[in-house]
């Protein structure tokens, strides 16, 4: 595609008008799957949601947001707002980044690039470190890459490895943490074997240290840069396995909020700061949760917290997490090349844009949906509203979050007139799910319907048509279950509670006055999935999409 701007130019949808106010409302963590007690959106009172299932097959369907559908390795991946929402946006499936890097590592083409090249520079006299989420999740980051890129530093000639892990709780069960740091330190102990000097040198809950995101809390950045950069951290251990295992004795303490803790030899001296002359990797290849580090590595000026002491280091991200910003500048592995995304399209062909999230959620609607690229195409016809989001409480404390504030917002902007698409993340299945609490997370599914109905009882107001889907499941199953779906017992008889996202389908559901009779959705895509779902809208904006894009999930019958 070139850059004049006709190549931008889409074709006129032969049936159907533009000028409709589209609203494009995405449920984070809203998965389908039959009801029962531990399916916290079957038990929450969500009548607007019931409602629209009663479209179906018509105006409601499900469609695929995990595995292939979404670009990630295997079939058994769940989804996640990163994939989902670069899906959503871009209408077309891109090989992600846990994809990428699995080919990178295989093939060794990982080892050749400028970016291990650069880091490589400082092999000879400095410690290599690795930053990251230690989990076998496949969201942030993965185990057996960590432990791929580990054999393959020290092949490579890394004399000196510190490892700085994040424990995750959050992607996998609560408590998985003690396992994947013993098989961390099996491996450092095989390569201390053959003469490399590999540690681990500290650690913290992803969501207490290093791995905020969207700038909600920088304190977060900080605890994680005391431990990892200066040293320092309230608690100090000698044996990480230990650190996790008393660590998390501590009230309330659990993986994700797990506090920072430092190692320290004999003498009580941090056995892994990083200091002048040091290369740092930070190995998780999803973007958004580490981007405030990557900040805080690489910019010279940088005034979001006191960095104390600013090592001269050699960075390389395990991707580049922000096309935009070209950040970090070095990375191991290059990015998906998510081009030409759909928000692109609609604002070059003049359609005016909203989008509305909370902190937590913004980059979802804007950076991940235009395909991890910050900052907007056309200022005069987009506009950009973050919520800001309640920070330093988990959120089961508040499960209606922001979504009230976001949907009266969205409902301004749609009465505005000033909009064609509005889009929005409603972020409290998901966030509420994350906590593991059921309770907590039944009120939050209802806050999100009640968020829906403002929204569509403001696109009834303007005549306008929803789209209303969700990028990946959470709140519809709270537990973790056997091969035959059956709801799995720890040794005390407690039932394990489901933190992560699921690999079930979501709904989406069309519909409102401007939606013109004879729109259904197709029946000839039983297999669709998240990357359909941009050439519907645009459809519904009047255009069709660009013949490359996933085909539309809608047709036009004559009624
Ligand atoms: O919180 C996050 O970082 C992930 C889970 O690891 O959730 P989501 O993909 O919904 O943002
Ligand atoms: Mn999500
Ligand atoms: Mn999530």
């Given at each position: 595609m070139g850059s004049s701007g006709d190549a931008w130019k889409l074709k006129d949808h032969p049936k159907l008008p533009k000028g409709k106010t589209v609203a494009v409302i995405v449920l984070d963590g809203w998965g389908e799957a039959k009801p029962n007690e531990y399916n916290a959106i079957s038990v929450a009172e969500t009548p607007v949601m019931d409602s629209l299932k009663k479209g179906a097959p018509e105006h409601w369907r499900l469609i695929k947001a995990h595995g292939n559908a979404v670009g990630l390795p295997t079939e058994d991946d769940m989804g996640n707002s990163e994939v989902g929402h670069n899906a959503l946006g871009a209408g077309r499936i891109f090989a992600q980044g846990a994809k990428l890097v699995d080919l990178a590592l295989a093939s060794g083409k990982i080892y050749e690039g400028e970016g291990f090249k650069y880091v490589k520079e400082c092999f000879e006299k400095g410690t290599l470190h690795l930053i990251g989420l230690l989990s076998d999740g496949g969201v942030h980051s993965r185990l057996d890459q960590v432990q791929l890129l580990l054999k393959g530093a020290a092949q490579h000639g890394a004399k000196r490895i510190r490892v700085h892990a994040l424990t995750d709780g959050r992607d996998v069960l609560d408590g998985s943490s003690v396992g994947f740091m013993e098989t961390l330190e099996n491996d450092l102990a095989k390569l201390r074997e053959q003469g490399v000097d590999a540690r681990v040198a500290s650690g913290g809950g992803r969501m207490y240290v290093t791995m905020d995101r969207y700038e909600n809390d920088w304190d977060v950045v900080k605890r994680g840069w005391d431990a990892q950069v200066l040293g320092e951290a309230p608690h100090k251990f000698k044996d990480p396995v230990e650190a996790i295992k008393k660590l998390r004795q501590e009230p309330n303490a659990n993986d994700q909020y797990l506090a920072p803790f430092v190692i320290v030899d004999d003498n009580g001296k941090p056995v892994g700061p990083i200091l002048d002359g040091d290369a740092v990797v930070t190995f998780n290849f999803r973007a958004d949760r580490m981007v405030m580090l990557a900040k805080a590595l690489e910019y010279e000026n940088f005034d979001k917290f006191d960095r104390v002491r600013v090592p001269k280091i050699h960075y390389a991200g395990m991707l580049q997490y922000d096309g935009e910003l070209k950040l970090p500048s070095k990375y191991l592995v290059s990015p998906p090349e998510i081009d030409r995304t759909s928000g692109e399209y609609l604002v070059r062909n003049g359609v005016r844009t909203f989008a509305c999230s909370e902190t937590v959620k913004f980059g979802h609607v804007t950076f991940f949906w235009n395909g991890n690229r910050s900052g907007y195409f056309d200022e005069k016809l987009e506009e950009y509203v973050e919520i800001p989001s309640d920070s330093g409480i988990t959120f089961n404390v508040k499960p209606k979050m922001k979504a009230l504030e976001i949907a009266e917002r969205t409902r301004d902007a749609i009465l505005s007139g000033k909009f064609d698409q509005v889009r929005v993340n409603i972020p409290n299945g998901d966030m509420v799910g994350h906590t593991g609490d059921i309770k907590a997370t039944i009120e939050a599914c209802k806050a999100a319907d009640d968020g829906v109905k403002m929204i569509l009882d403001a696109i009834e107001q303007v005549g306008g048509i929803y789209v209303v889907t969700a990028?990946?499941?959470?709140?519809?199953?709270?537990?973790?279950?056997?091969?035959?779906?059956?709801?799995?017992?720890?040794?005390?008889?407690?039932?394990?509670?489901?933190?992560?996202?699921?690999?079930?389908?979501?709904?989406?559901?069309?519909?409102?006055?401007?939606?013109?009779?004879?729109?259904?959705?197709?029946?000839?895509?039983p297999t669709g999935g998240l990357a359909n779902v941009a050439s519907t809208f645009m459809n519904l904006h009047g255009y069709e999409a660009p013949s490359d894009y996933e085909p539309t999930l809608i047709e036009v019958v004559d009624k």
């Open positions: 990028d990946h499941g959470n709140a519809e199953d709270m537990v973790k279950r056997n091969k035959k779906g059956e709801p799995l017992l720890d040794k005390n008889g407690n039932i394990q509670i489901l933190t992560s996202h699921t690999c079930e389908p979501v709904p989406i559901a069309i519909g409102g006055p401007g939606l013109i009779p004879g729109v259904r959705f197709r029946k000839d895509l």
